[in-house]
């Protein structure tokens, strides 16, 4: 069989995945990034202000301005309190969020990635050895084998790669998002918000999409859900009914159609191994109450495009320095996420908050093999 060489070999062509791409290619490397496709959304994703400062690095701000992705001016939450307060993005240093296209952002960061010379390959990874510094590799539906100096697992929270060679990946609780999307039955005044509120077993937001399309999304833990597909959207209902404030802001038709996707905090035991690292949701997913996902996706790529290139420069630390940015983003998370949900006390008993008020194990007593 035919072979065919590139510097890396990248998993997964989502943000992180291009991000790394493109980071790559700017820096002179050779890149495949392999897309699997068929990835799900996530109904809602947005995007910080702070974000600017890595899309206008990859060459995309403008591009993405473009796009007509919903700015979002305030954020309202029903939290620690009944009353909703409103937070104006207007005086924040980033300035507004937004709302996501996201199927149009994913292919604005894949068409980056094309224009700059990345090769776009569809399929599955079958096979990867590494021999002789290289990784050989096969795709399930690529009529070439693969050679590669490194790869880069950017498949999100399946962490394909990284557990292809025996890395675990550790759950830190059970998180789930149920979702349904319908149309915006508001009037239309350009002017978009995000509206949070805390319940008693877990928490809602609301956000206007795109295309006169909102979605309200229910945050709970697994055990909390009814046995059976076949209730969740009874049970979704009779949750949105107990809000005071999403259900006037998202309230749904009659009919609504609902999923569910796993939004647990994970951390795999190593970002990096022999001639591989993991970035985006692959090396470690974030509680969406952040709203880090996709500025940790873009900002994970660059890094891991700058530890390659100086690897491949030779400099031995490069490694380690990625490691260390990675085990301080988690960090970083790990006292965000205990403030946010600390500020809630409404429902002492209840078990969803006490298990995220309780005092945890400190991140720094993780077992780092990195």
């Known amino acids: ?16 995945g291009c991000a790394s ?25 947005g995007l910080p202000g702070a974000a600017r400062g890595e899309l206008s690095a990859l060459g995309l701000w403008e591009s993405f301005l473009s796009q007509g992705h919903n700015a979002v001016w305030s954020v309202r939450s029903a939290w620690g309190s009944a009353e909703l307060v409103s937070q104006e993005l207007a005086f924040h240093p980033y300035g507004q969020n937004w709302h ?29 050895h590494f021999v002789d510094g290289r990784w050989l590799l096969t795709v399930d539906r690529a009529p070439f084998d693969l050679s590669v100096r490194f ?4 498949s999100g929270r399946a962490s394909a790669f990284a557990r292809r060679q025996g890395v675990l990946r550790r759950r830190r609780d059970r998180l789930v998002g149920l979702a349904s999307t319908f149309a915006d039955r508001l009037s239309a005044t350009g002017v978009f918000s995000t509206t949070i509120e805390a319940t008693p077993d877990g928490w809602w937001y609301a956000a206007q999409l795109p295309h006169g399309l909102v979605t309200a999304v229910y945050m709970t833990d697994a055990e909390s859900l009814p ?19 999403i259900c006037c802001v998202a309230g749904p038709p009659d ?6 996707w796993p939004a647990d905090s994970a951390v795999l035991d190593q970002a990096y191994g022999n001639s591989w690292f993991a970035v985006g949701d692959a090396v ?3 509680d969406p109450l952040s709203s880090t996902g996709i500025i940790h996706a873009l900002e994970s ?41 600390g500020a809630e006390r409404r429902w002492s008993s209840s078990k969803f908050w006490s298990r995220r008020q309780a005092t945890s194990e400190k991140i720094e007593k993780h077992r780092w093999n990195w």
Request: hydrophobic share 45%.
């Open 21 to 45: 791409a493109i980071g790559l290619l700017q820096r002179g490397r050779s890149v495949i990034l392999l897309d699997r496709g068929a990835f799900e959304t996530r109904p809602g994703e």
């Open 301 to 341: 790529g660059a890094w891991v495009a700058c530890a390659i290139d100086d690897t491949l420069r030779g400099k031995s630390s490069a490694s380690r320095l990625y490691g260390t940015r990675i085990r301080q983003r988690i960090r970083d998370f790990e006292r965000l996420k205990f403030a946010y949900y």
């Open 100 to 128: 996501l296209d996201r199927e149009a952002f994913d292919g604005l960061c894949r068409a980056r990635a094309e224009e700059l010379g990345a090769t776009m390959l569809k399929g599955a990874l079958a096979g990867a």
């Open 151 to 154: 790869v880069i697992d950017a």
């Open 284 to 286: 470690c997913s974030f």
């Open 255 to 260: 009919a609504v159609e609902v999923r569910a």
């Open 1 to 16: 069989m035919a072979r065919r060489s590139a510097d890396v070999l990248i998993v997964g062509a989502g943000p992180s």
């Open 227 to 245: 046995p059976g597909r076949g209730r969740l959207t009874e049970f979704w209902v009779e949750q949105i009914c107990m809000t005071s404030h």
